[in-house]
């Protein structure tokens, strides 16, 4: 998703004949991409907009057409990193059989959500750390989409109750910590690591979470 080489591919060099459309959609994804990307090296503070469109081959002016500013540009990465998360999830999650357990529902949501998170470890600094660099708004924002998984996790473990969901956003709090530390210090392998640990966790849940239906220890 932000591969440097791949995003260089995405639009041949030279008079090629696309869509305008086309070409902004192709500029706007490799300008999020190299500033995820950048920010893995210097940190938002210290990332400049020469920086970001020097990575993503594209002049000054095109990314002023496209973002106000950096902060602009955090932004719109931001939230693509999260919808890229939530999808996947979704994804993983929705293609279970309507008779899917309630473990197979968990490990699907933990595997698509870490597996995520390892696959693309820049947009995960910036979904999870960077965001705290770029001021109240963007960490109100953080907020907001924290609950929109707490929302997510409950609709998956069939949440019910004002204690369940309650739990279900305790859940996703601790989590939460527990990745961007991993994340901090550049450990995929301690992220996979959490799944199974997790796993243990939400099988001694009993309703706890959600659902009453009792999951049988491996």
Same mark, same amino acid.
């Given at each position: 998703?932000?591969?440097?080489?791949? &995003?260089?591919?995405?639009?041949?060099?030279?008079?090629?004949?696309?869509?305008?459309?086309? =070409?902004?959609?192709?500029?706007?994804?490799?300008?999020?991409?190299?500033?995820?990307?950048?920010?893995?090296?210097?940190?938002? &503070? /210290?990332?400049? =907009?020469?920086?970001?469109?020097?990575?993503? *081959?594209?002049?000054?002016?095109?990314?002023?057409? %496209?973002?106000?500013?950096?902060?602009?540009?955090?932004?719109?990465?931001?939230?693509?990193?999260?919808?890229?998360?939530?999808?996947?999830?979704?994804? @993983?999650?929705?293609?279970? #059989?309507?008779?899917?357990?309630?473990?197979?529902?968990?490990?699907?949501?933990? /595997?698509?959500?870490?597996? *995520?998170?390892?696959?693309?470890?820049?947009? @995960?600094?910036?979904?999870? &750390?960077? =965001?705290? @660099? =770029?001021? #109240?708004?963007?960490?109100?924002?953080?907020?907001? !989409? %924290?609950?929109?998984?707490?929302?997510?996790?409950?609709? &998956?473990?069939?949440?019910?109750?004002?204690? %369940?969901?309650?739990?279900?956003?305790?859940?996703?709090?601790?989590?939460?910590?527990?990745?961007?530390?991993?994340?901090?210090?550049?450990?995929?392998? /301690?992220?996979?690591?959490?799944?199974?640990?997790?796993? %243990? !966790?939400?099988?001694?849940? /009993?309703?706890?979470?959600?659902?009453?239906?009792?999951?049988? #220890?491996?």
């Amino acid at each position: 998703m932000s591969d440097p080489a791949a &995003i260089s591919r995405q639009l041949p060099r030279g008079r090629h004949g696309l869509p305008r459309e086309t =070409v902004i959609a192709s500029q706007r994804d490799r300008i999020l991409s190299a500033m995820a990307q950048a920010m893995t090296e210097n940190g938002y &503070i /210290g990332t400049s =907009v020469a920086a970001i469109i020097k990575r993503a *081959g594209v002049s000054r002016e095109t990314f002023y057409e %496209q973002f106000r500013s950096k902060e602009d540009c955090f932004e719109a990465a931001y939230e693509r990193a999260a919808h890229l998360l939530q999808e996947r999830i979704v994804e @993983a999650t929705g293609t279970l #059989p309507d008779a899917a357990t309630r473990e197979q529902r968990i490990e699907a949501m933990l /595997g698509a959500y870490l597996g *995520g998170l390892a696959a693309d470890p820049a947009d @995960a600094r910036l979904f999870l &750390i960077e =965001v705290y @660099a =770029v001021g #109240p708004e963007a960490i109100a924002r953080r907020g907001e !989409l %924290q609950e929109s998984f707490a929302v997510l996790v409950a609709q &998956i473990l069939d949440a019910h109750t004002a204690e %369940q969901h309650f739990a279900c956003q305790t859940l996703v709090a601790a989590v939460s910590a527990m990745v961007t530390a991993r994340v901090a210090a550049d450990d995929p392998d /301690g992220l996979q690591a959490l799944r199974e640990p997790l796993l %243990q !966790l939400l099988r001694r849940s /009993g309703d706890l979470f959600g659902s009453p239906e009792q999951i049988p #220890p491996h």
